[in-house]
Structure formats: structure tokens, C-alpha cells
């Protein structure tokens, strides 16, 4: 039985992970802003009898409230095995110039700061005990730059980097750091970026399959159950019709 942390668990790609992980029976970690989900993914999971979930209702962006998450954990929860850094998000689509500042600050503290607040929190329990993996949810936006993505991408090619560092820095201590980079999944991920405008988060997947979030699940779970001598460093996935950021074929 492994303990999986999961960040962002309420919705789209880290609620399929908490999904595939909970299938073998494992303690898995839970965790989001909104805590009825939390809590109705915990009776769905612990429907398994072989699974337990422990949920944590927290926002990333504080450094405060990361720690006391972390600290509140009993020592049974404490050998965590897997960390999925998922959380993260994009809000608006503007060139530079006319940039919404509180946009920037959220996508910067969500997706580079809280990603690093949890990391920092959790890494020296793994390297105490010379185990474990951290899977980093990038995204093709931290592989290229597209047009009106200025911030977002720029935060996820700090995950990129990240994810190259704390490889680096763990290499000693034998923990595994993957990054899994997707091209365009159908999540909740544009009714965020639109703010709500539904219809336009919608027309973002038409006239093409996108990648459904299980899909990105089943790679973490692949990467998560290879022999202990094997590590994939970096997985780049797109739906079949997505050639490159920018560029979705669409039958429309
Ligand atoms: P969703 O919007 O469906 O899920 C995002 C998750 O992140 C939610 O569970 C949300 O929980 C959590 N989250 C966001 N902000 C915070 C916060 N401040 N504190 C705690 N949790 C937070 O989107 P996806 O599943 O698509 O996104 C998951 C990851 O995948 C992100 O890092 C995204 O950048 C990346 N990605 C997505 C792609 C896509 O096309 N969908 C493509 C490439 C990468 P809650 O709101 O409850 O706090
Ligand atoms: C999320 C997908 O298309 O905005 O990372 O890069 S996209």
C-alpha cells in the first residue's frame, strides 16, 4: 500500500489520479479549495474497502496554510510515496500590454509558488527516508509559447525547470521527479481561464477529441509503477489532433 499526495483533486486531472490511484487500494492524500468535493471523492474512493482518504481543504497560495496542512498530518500519513503537483491554473488570455496584474499574481503564486511551498514541505520527508516521486503536472505551455499565453507559460516553463532541478538535487537520495506535460484536456481548466464565460471555456474543445483527464492519470499511474531502477523524466502528450500549441486541426 503506497500514500499518494494529490493537489488539486477536486476537479479534472488530479480528481482522475485520486481515481486510478485509489483502484489498488492505497492511502491517498486529497486536497483543494473546496472541501465538499473533498469530501464526496472521499466516500466515492472509500467505497474500495482497501482505500483510505485523508482530505486537506487548503488554499496554495499561502505558505501558512501549505505548512499547517503538512503539519497536521499524523505521522501514519506522513511516509507519502507520490507526489502529484497538479493544482495550477490559467486566468485570461491578454497580450502583455494589457495584462490583468491579478491575473499574473495568481497563476504565479498558484502554479510556481504553491507547487514549490508543497514541494518543500514534503521533499525532506522523502529524503529522510531516501524514497519517493514527485510527478509535476506541467503542460505544452512550458514546452512552447503561444500567443496571449505569455504568463501562463511562463509558469509552466518554471515547472519545467523546476522539475529539472529537484531531479538534480534528489538524484542522491534516489527520489524519482517526473514531469508530465499535456497538450489541451477537457477540465474545468477554460471555464477558469474565461471566468466563468462557459460557452466560450466550451467551444475550446469543439470540433476535435480533446485528451480526456483519465488519460493523463493513466500516464501518472504508469509512472508511479515502474521498477524501482526506472524513471521517466518528462512525458509530452497531446491529443492526436494537436500538432503543437498552437495548432489544433478541428473539423468544424
Ligand atoms: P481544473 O480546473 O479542472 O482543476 C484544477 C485543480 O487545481 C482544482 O482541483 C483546484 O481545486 C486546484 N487549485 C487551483 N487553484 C488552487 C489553489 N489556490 N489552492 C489549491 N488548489 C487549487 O484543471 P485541470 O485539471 O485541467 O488542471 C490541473 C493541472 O493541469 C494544472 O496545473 C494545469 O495547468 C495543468 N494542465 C491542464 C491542461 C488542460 O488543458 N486542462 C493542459 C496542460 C496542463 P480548488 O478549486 O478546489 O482549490
Ligand atoms: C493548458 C493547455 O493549451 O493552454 O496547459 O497550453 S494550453
Redesign the pocket.
Known amino acids: 500500500m503506497k500514500t499518494i499526495f494529490i493537489?488539486?483533486?477536486?476537479?479534472?486531472?488530479?480528481?482522475a489520479c485520486a481515481r486510478i490511484f485509489a483502484k489498488d487500494g492505497n492511502k491517498l492524500i486529497i486536497?483543494?479549495?473546496?472541501q465538499e468535493?473533498l469530501l464526496e471523492l472521499k466516500k466515492e474512493l472509500e467505497s474500495n474497502k482497501d482505500t483510505i482518504v485523508h482530505t486537506l481543504s487548503?488554499?496554495?497560495?499561502s505558505k501558512e496554510g501549505v505548512n499547517q496542512a503538512i503539519e497536521s498530518l499524523d505521522n501514519s500519513w506522513k511516509d507519502i510515496d507520490v507526489l502529484i503537483n497538479?493544482?495550477?491554473?490559467?486566468v485570461g488570455l491578454n497580450k502583455i500590454q494589457d495584462g490583468e496584474i491579478d491575473d499574473w499574481e495568481r497563476m504565479i503564486d498558484?502554479?510556481i509558488k504553491?507547487l514549490l511551498y508543497i514541494t518543500r514541505a514534503i521533499s525532506p520527508l522523502m529524503t529522510a527516508r531516501k524514497s519517493g516521486h514527485i510527478i509535476n503536472?506541467?503542460?505544452?505551455?512550458g514546452k512552447e509559447t503561444y500567443p496571449f499565453g505569455n504568463v501562463y507559460c511562463s509558469t509552466?516553463h518554471a515547472v519545467d525547470s523546476l522539475s529539472k532541478a529537484m531531479r538534480i538535487d534528489m538524484v542522491e537520495f534516489g527520489i524519482k521527479v517526473t514531469q508530465i506535460?499535456?497538450?489541451?484536456?477537457?477540465?474545468?481548466?477554460?471555464?477558469?481561464r474565461f471566468k466563468g464565460d462557459d460557452a466560450k471555456a466550451d467551444s475550446i474543445y469543439n470540433g476535435f477529441e480533446?485528451?480526456h483527464?483519465e488519460d493523463i492519470a493513466d500516464a501518472a499511474y504508469y509512472c508511479a509503477n515502474l521498477p524501482k531502477h526506472v524513471n521517466i523524466n518528462d512525458m509530452l502528450i497531446m491529443p492526436t489532433a494537436q500538432a503543437s500549441a498552437g495548432l489544433i486541426h478541428k473539423n468544424i
Open positions: 493537489t488539486g483533486a477536486t476537479s479534472g486531472i488530479g480528481k486536497t483543494g479549495r473546496r468535493r487548503f488554499d496554495i497560495r497538479n493544482a495550477g491554473l490559467a498558484t502554479n504553491g503536472i506541467g503542460s505544452v505551455a509552466k506535460a499535456p497538450g489541451a484536456v477537457e477540465t474545468e481548466f477554460s471555464n477558469v480533446p485528451l483527464p
